[in-house]
């Protein structure tokens, strides 16, 4: 009778056992499955968590004392030349960047909705990137934003269109300096919080090209350090804005942390649990261990024998496991949703291939250590302990 059709005959003949050592592997393998792919998309949602709320660091020349013919000290502050910004924003961690400066202007045919004759005008290369949008404080309502390929083009506040009948389209005039802006786009400030509504975004081109600060913003906040430490530059700071990062990276810290611990848990107990199960299984036949060397059957094909009971359960336990999987993962999908954000729960099929080769072999050795002292005994031995 050949090994396999012995390893059959055996698991039908003994249909309790064999149920309940096919239950434990179902389970086991559900578990290791569904942890794996949680990791995954605990690992993901954090991924884009930070890439979501982000972090930047801004550029500045560094302050410059004049002496102005012995009349006392003024504060300039050294350049930013266009070449430094390329130069900066070729790094493939930097997804995006703004240059800013602020100056002020006075109305010319309109009025400021705080009735002052002039107000900020702060000029942007990406205004979507300008800290007010990214903070949240400022929400664009209508239109859109201004880009690097703009000119002469402004986003003023909601305030400021309904006080003098702005819409999309129409243009603005100031006296000093002298230009006039079109208008493509309408902002609203968050009510909680204080912002000076007459402010008017603009291209960067409006307030004359000069750069006060550039707003470098990176795709992982993780790297920011690193980012920062290549930079090279005598006349020039920079500061890191980490701010809303700062405030979920231990939160994101802890449950990825979290999330590895209680898989390292369960597969020690689980692993712990089917050693002791498949010892109990191997012992309780030591009288038919006896017989069978005694009727020449080697030991190496009694554990053969063993193994391949074993791997039989193990594959209908897998062949279960593979739908059941896929299907939970559709609710698992909506809990982690909920839960942290993630928006897919995927299942690769080498990371399966690799669970499923490690827990054979990990049944493998179960049954070596679990068999071995019983196989090192004679067959007298075997029979002795038994009578």
């Known amino acids: 009778m050949n090994l396999v059709r012995r390893a059959i005959l055996y698991d039908t003949r003994r249909p309790g056992k064999s149920l309940t050592l096919f239950l434990l592997f179902l389970l086991i393998t559900l578990f290791c499955t569904m942890s794996f792919a949680m990791l995954d ?3 993901s949602a954090a991924s884009r968590l930070r890439e979501t709320v982000g972090a930047s660091f801004t550029l500045r020349g560094k302050p410059l004392e004049i002496d102005t013919d ?14 430094d910004i390329q130069k900066i924003a070729g790094n493939p961690e930097i997804k995006s960047y703004n240059a800013q400066s602020t100056t002020s202007a006075t109305a010319d045919g309109f009025i400021y909705p705080s009735g002052m004759p002039s107000g900020a005008v702060s000029g942007n290369t990406e205004s979507a990137w300008n800290q007010g949008f990214t903070s949240g404080i400022l929400t664009l309502i209508e239109g859109r934003h201004i880009t690097q390929k703009d000119k002469n083009v402004a986003i003023i506040s909601r305030e400021l269109a309904e006080e003098n009948g702005l819409r999309l389209g129409d243009r603005l005039s ?3 300096p002298s230009t006039t802006v079109k208008i493509i786009g309408i902002y609203e400030s968050d009510p909680g919080m204080e912002f ?3 402010t008017i975004f603009t291209d960067l081109c409006t307030v004359g090209n000069s750069m006060e600060r550039v707003d470098f913003f990176v795709n992982d906040p993780a790297k920011l350090e690193t980012v920062m430490g290549e930079i090279q530059g005598d006349n020039h700071t920079l500061q890191a804005n980490t701010a809303e990062y700062d405030a979920i990276a231990t939160q994101l810290a802890t449950i990825g942390r979290l999330t590895t611990l209680l ?3 369960a597969i020690v107990v689980s692993a712990t649990v089917l050693l002791l199960i498949l010892t109990m299984r191997v012992r309780g036949r030591t009288h038919e261990i006896g017989i069978l060397i005694a009727v020449g059957i080697g030991k190496s094909q009694i554990l053969a024998q063993f193994i391949m009971e074993t791997m039989l359960l193990f594959a209908a336990a897998m062949l279960v496991s593979c739908p059941v999987s896929y299907a939970a993962t559709t609710q698992f999908q909506v809990y982690l949703q909920e839960m942290i954000g993630a928006t897919a729960v995927t299942i690769p099929v080498r990371n399966i291939v690799l669970q499923y080769a490690v827990e054979m072999v990990a049944i493998v050795v ?3 250590i679990a068999g071995y002292p019983i196989m090192r005994l004679q067959p007298k031995e075997i029979l002795s302990k038994m009578s």
């Open 196 to 198: 000076d509504t007459d």
């Open 41 to 43: 998309a605990v690992q």
């Open 70 to 83: 012995g009349n006392g000290y003024s504060m300039e502050f050294a350049a930013i030349f266009p070449k």
């Open 263 to 265: 898989i390292i848990a």
């Open 366 to 368: 179960a049954i070596l």
């Open 174 to 176: 100031f006296s000093e």
